[in-house]
């Protein structure tokens, strides 16, 4: 009986080794590298990092293109990219529209996020609470609206609204920059204690930063809720299809909020980089792994949760 034992316990142990090496063997070569993009947005430096600290553990090689909006979403469409953690909704709908059919659509993966345009309190206690106040008050804001960078679909829609005159705005002048930039602009007229308007958005540090408030009214632009969005992740069409390992891992993938704020907060304020932020954030928070990496394996078909821990350190 007992050699009938090690007997039996052998051929699982050997069983179980084949299936994982089947798993394994079932992603292309290719599938080692995972390439994403970031159109230079921090909070899209954050998911990436996060994604990129576990894929690592996984055994594969995450890599990161800085590419605008419009170029990342063509370069998923040509597959030049392989994953977009960034797909913000609705203010990124033209891009679904025009390329939904040739991507995957993989699924939410933050909820609560807003979008729209803000001011500081000071400004918004004065009176401008909402767009159609803007136009009456254009001399206070030498009559520009501080956007990102140039490309993102938010800017044609403040350049849209700029052009067709909506809100008193006719004649006023979009700034277009980086984030780092327009950040940079608002802290200097908080300093000065002068009236501008701006881009804002939350999960993002700005938000404990500047003591500032979202402007209602302008549903029709940024959708209703001061612009409520949900983040989506997006592959190259097919891309779970060929690298099912990776494509379970994003299918888990969920954030938070308060998640993405804190990291952005060690990187934008504490100047860590986004892999260090990243990977402290989840040694100090390592109960989302289980969720995150349910039905995942290492690239070699070993338990995914124990080589991410592993390589954390925990």
Partial sequence: MTFKRCALAG?????????????????????EQVRLTDPGWTDISV????AGTVLRGLGYRPSVDLLAVPIGFESLKKGEIDVFLGNWMPAQQGFIDKYGPELDLVRSNLEGAKFTLAVPTYVYDSGITTFADLGSRGDDFRQRIYGI???????????GMIDKG??????WKLIESGEQAMLSQVSRAVRKNESIVFLGWAPHPMNLRVDM????????????NYGGASIHTVTRKGYSAECPNVGTLLSNLEFSLDMESAIMGAILEDGKKADLAASEWLKA???VLAGWLENVTTRDGQ???AAVQNHLGL
């Fill in 285 to 287: 928070n390592p109960e």
């Fill in 11 to 31: 051929a699982m142990a050997l069983g179980l080794a084949a299936t994982a090496q089947a798993a394994a063997a079932a992603e292309a070569p290719q599938c």
């Fill in 303 to 305: 338990p995914g949760l």
């Fill in 166 to 171: 909506d809100f008193g705005l006719e004649g």
């Fill in 149 to 159: 960078d140039p490309g993102a679909p938010a800017n044609s829609l403040l350049q």
């Fill in 47 to 50: 998911t990436n990092a996060l």
């Fill in 213 to 224: 408030r979202y402007l209602a009214g302008g549903d029709e632009y940024f959708g209703p």
